[in-house]
């Protein structure tokens, strides 16, 4: 099982920017899905969740900003960001509740023991 993050960048406050994820080994649409971030220095934080047939949670940092979606066709999942600010500089990671790792990380009603090597956002003028 392995989940792919692609789309990281530099880029301006202000700016928009997509990451993307994709996943081998499952099906997307059998698991929670959804995104997590750390930032140097910091604590792991549970960006966004997707229920299998619930409403989509978001941080309250990034709500209104951001938003995720999944196209089951091509097993992949995106990260919709905009209104992009120097605070949202980390590595995100794609993330699912498949029982891969031990450990876990917390987003909403989202368990999350599967996750990739994270893609690098940084967003400075």
């Known amino acids: 099982v392995q989940v792919v993050e692609s789309g990281g960048d530099l880029v301006q406050p202000g700016d928009s920017l997509t990451l993307s994820c994709v996943a081998s080994g499952i099906t997307l649409d059998y698991y929670k899905i959804g995104w997590f971030r750390q930032a140097p220095g910091k604590e792991r934080e549970g960006v966004s969740c997707m229920p299998i047939d619930a409403a989509t949670y978001y941080a309250d940092s990034v709500k209104g900003r951001f938003t995720m979606s999944r196209d089951n066709a091509k097993n992949t999942m995106y990260l919709h960001m905009s209104t992009l600010k120097p605070e949202d500089t980390a590595v995100y990671y794609c993330?699912?509740?498949?029982?891969?790792?031990?450990?876990?990380?917390?987003?909403?009603?989202?368990?999350?023991?599967?996750w990739g090597q994270g893609t690098q956002v940084t967003v400075s003028s």
């Open positions: 993330a699912t509740d498949y029982p891969q790792r031990p450990s876990t990380v917390v987003a909403g009603s989202c368990l999350f023991h599967t």
